[in-house]
């Protein structure tokens, strides 16, 4: 415990019992998904800060390598480095076990593929779980969507229903399953064309060409097979695992830490950042987008932590319930919810949520020079422009996300718990956190040398503005601040203050000796 001091300053005698850091002292967990990007930080978190017996770590082999040998590799990884520095590797290996599973269909028919021996011990000593094991593709044939996103999830709550001391199960979902609603509320909606055990069957008995013809039919108005995979595995849980206790928690579009337990950490491009790096290095030109709607942003250590204390809510939900059933039930009991409603968690707060043009004005405080704008490579264009159609789906909308439980989750934190497991996003600086951001894309993701560990505010380029209508222009061909006229100014001041820019941009490009550049892409310059 050590390696994660609360720092609280406050005197111990005058404060109420730490009621969710007891929850999770000398308990046993099973994570699934904790090679990804969400699921390494919670198991960081988990390690440092929580005083549990054991973590069984949930693996599938991959590239030949069993699941022993990717925990070895997992450990490895810079996001473990504080935790590396109070425990040796042999210290954290007597805390955190690999269990090697599969996700095809066992003998039985439920439940995981796994040794029967550590199967035993996952079933004798499993308290709690966390599922976060998922396929974030966007754009996943629907069939590996589904089977990985429902099918998994089911066979993964089969060996839950079978645990002898479960406490609690978090199921990890998005914000996203029900985008097809402009008023998002903390429930599962039953409004499934097709319930989860029929999408099952045809998953199995269709190839994947043949899901693939049917796609546009299942997903109707979700945008990708990821949205829809979501909401199947939401109605799964509510139909046939609300006896368990179990809840659901629905993260946004999860960033890079802010500041646990390094600043700026990422594993991947996924969502916005890939578009700010590709559109720094001159792969993307135009994103389409609206500057005021909101982007539904958070920082992943954050979300971790209210991941955590939600884990504590499901399992007091749980207890409650219960004793809703005695003849003598307690009067605190009158405050949880039925058995039959599974509880969901929207992690977002309305009143700390970023503008898209915010974000994409933000995050030029990490660039470090504009000469890396100048080169546009064609190449990537065919396999950046399906990724940019699907963002600009979440781009051009808003929700109306309602977050009760979320909001009430926080009252349950002592000020020594809040200090440790904060994620109430009104307590970040987005000046702050924007700028690690870039930094650290390019430190821990593309592994550029040279980088100081902090990052540097001199010599950063300007914010940017950009247009208030349906499109962003982050301007990746200008080496300059790029200013769009009022738009209370005639449309002919905008046209001749564009134009003006565009041919100032040519005359740079043909003044660096990028002629050819210029002749292939003058008239995309010009109409964009």
């Not at 080169?375 to 789906?393: D, P, Q």
Request: aromatic share 10%.
């Amino acid at each position: 415990m050590a390696a994660c001091s609360s720092g609280s300053g406050f005197d111990d005698e005058l404060q109420p019992p730490d009621r969710v850091l007891s929850f999770y002292s000398n308990s046993t967990i099973l994570v699934t998904g904790g090679t990804g990007f969400l699921g390494k930080v919670l198991l960081e978190k988990i390690l440092r800060c929580l005083n549990v017996r054991k973590v069984f770590l949930a693996v599938r082999s991959k590239d030949g390598r069993n699941a022993d040998e990717r925990l070895q590799d997992l450990l490895k990884d810079v996001i473990f480095d504080r935790l590396r520095m109070a425990y040796t590797v042999d210290q954290l290996l007597e805390r955190i076990e690999a269990v090697e599973i599969s996700l095809e269909e066992p003998n039985g028919g439920e439940g995981l593929s796994m040794d029967s021996v550590k199967e035993g011990r996952l079933l004798v000593e499993t308290e709690l779980i966390f599922n976060v094991l998922a396929s974030v593709k966007f754009n996943e044939c629907i069939k590996n969507a589904i089977g990985t996103n429902v099918g998994g999830t089911r066979r993964i709550l089969q060996l839950a229903r079978r645990m002898h001391r479960l406490k609690s199960v978090v199921h990890v979902s998005t914000l996203y399953s029900n985008c097809d609603r402009t008023r998002i509320q903390e429930r599962v909606y039953p409004d499934s064309p097709l319930n989860p055990d029929s999408v099952l069957q045809l998953s199995k008995m269709l190839s994947t060409d043949e899901m693939s013809q049917l796609q546009h039919c299942l997903l109707g108005e979700l945008p990708n097979t990821y949205t829809f995979s979501k909401k199947c595995a939401e109605s799964l849980i509510q139909q046939e695992f609300a006896d368990l206790p179990i809840g659901i928690f629905r993260p946004p579009i999860v960033l890079s830490t802010y500041r646990e337990p390094i600043a700026g950490w990422t594993d991947n491009l996924n969502g916005p950042a890939g578009l700010c790096l590709w559109t720094v290095k001159g792969y993307v030109r135009v994103i389409r987008g609206n500057g005021h709607k909101k982007a539904n942003l958070v920082p992943v250590d954050y979300c971790v932590n209210a991941l955590l204390v939600a884990c504590f809510d499901v399992a007091e939900r749980s207890i409650g319930r219960r004793q809703q059933h005695d003849p003598e039930p307690v009067e605190s009991a009158e405050a949880w919810e039925s058995p039959q409603l599974v509880p969901v968690y929207n992690y977002m707060y309305e009143q700390a949520n970023l503008t898209w043009g915010r974000y994409m004005s933000s995050v030029s405080m990490g660039f470090d020079g504009w000469i890396k704008r100048l080169c546009c490579y064609r190449r990537m264009v065919t396999k950046t422009n399906r990724f940019l159609e699907t963002m600009a789906y979440f781009g051009l909308r808003e929700w109306h996300i309602a977050n009760e439980n979320v909001v009430r989750l926080r009252t349950l934190l002592t000020p020594t718990e809040a200090s440790m497991l904060e994620f109430d996003l009104s307590t970040i600086d987005w000046d702050e956190y924007f700028q690690s951001y870039i930094p650290g894309i390019r430190r821990y993701f593309l592994a550029e040398r040279g980088l100081s560990k902090q990052p540097v505010g001199s010599g950063r380029v300007k914010s940017l503005q950009w247009h208030r209508s349906f499109m962003f222009f982050p301007v990746p061909h200008f080496p300059f601040d790029f200013y769009y006229s009022d738009p209370s100014k005639s449309r002919r001041a905008q046209f001749l203050y564009r134009l003006a820019c565009k041919l100032l941009w040519v005359y740079v490009c043909l003044k660096l000796g990028h002629r050819l550049y210029v002749v292939r892409n003058l008239f995309s310059i010009l109409i964009s």
